[in-house]
């Protein structure tokens, strides 16, 4: 299998949760534990990616333009472009399936969504299988991983994932396959529940990673995820 993973800017876990929860905030209802995926992408749509959130340092991407494509026009079930302009392009039998409700296919729309808000300039392709994801790099700074950290926390927050902590209740509940919510609750290759949503704004944002992590006096501060200088 070809390689399809990207290096990327380091962005700290609890960073991309923080994110992912400004999503989850706007596809849900009040007690409703199932993000609605479609709400995303309509805000997407209609008011653009720094509707949501805007990384220092990198361009505006505006609004998403959602495109259907024929089954055999591209390897990925789904992926993203950004040039010349923001672009999700999903297969039309994903896209059918994904309508429909089906998890493995709100999976796939999830973390494509990661790559629209966190990435930019090369084409996102779908993928969670380890084994195409690049060796040298961390999760954080893993154009694949980071993506798949962003599904983790929008489909099952970790709240969610604290508070039910049973496979089959939370496949059921946020509606995702049940391998997923497995992955989920054992770590799925990050720290379980490593990051509490109370904990996040320990320190001043870092420019660099855009964590809430800059700590210390002035002129000496840093970063504790990345460890640049604050």
């Known amino acids: 299998m070809s390689l399809v993973d990207y290096k990327v800017p380091f962005r700290s876990e609890a960073f991309i ?3 992912a929860m400004k999503c989850w905030r706007i596809g849900t209802v009040p007690g409703s534990k199932q993000v609605d995926l479609k709400v995303i992408l309509t805000e997407l749509e209609a008011h653009g990616v720094e509707s949501i ?3 220092h340092g990198m361009r505006r991407k505006g609004r998403l333009k959602i495109e259907i494509i024929d089954d055999c026009a591209d390897p990925s ?3 993203v472009d950004f040039r010349p302009t923001l672009k999700l392009r999903v297969q039309q039998a994903t896209w059918q399936r994904f309508q ?3 998890s493995e296919e709100r999976v796939i729309i999830a973390h494509e969504i990661g ?3 966190l990435h930019s300039d090369q084409a996102k392709r779908f993928s969670r299988d380890p084994t195409v994801q690049i060796q040298f790099a ?3 700074d893993s154009a694949e991983g980071q993506a798949n950290l962003f599904a983790d926390h929008l489909l099952i927050p970790t709240h969610i994932a604290t508070q039910l902590n049973d496979v089959d209740r939370l496949a059921f509940i946020c509606n995702v396959p049940e391998d997923f919510a497995r992955d989920r609750l054992t770590g799925g290759g990050h720290d379980k529940y490593q990051y509490a949503w109370s904990s996040y704004a320990t320190g001043a944002p870092c420019a660099n990673c855009g964590d809430f992590s800059v700590i210390g006096p002035f002129g000496r501060r840093r970063c504790t995820s990345c ?3 604050g």
């Open 138 to 140: 961390e999760n954080e």
């Open 77 to 79: 079930p789904a992926c």
């Open 17 to 19: 949760a923080e994110i």
């Open 53 to 55: 959130a805007h990384i």
């Open 227 to 229: 460890g640049g200088c």
């Open 100 to 102: 429909l409700g089906h």
């Open 115 to 117: 790559h629209i808000l």
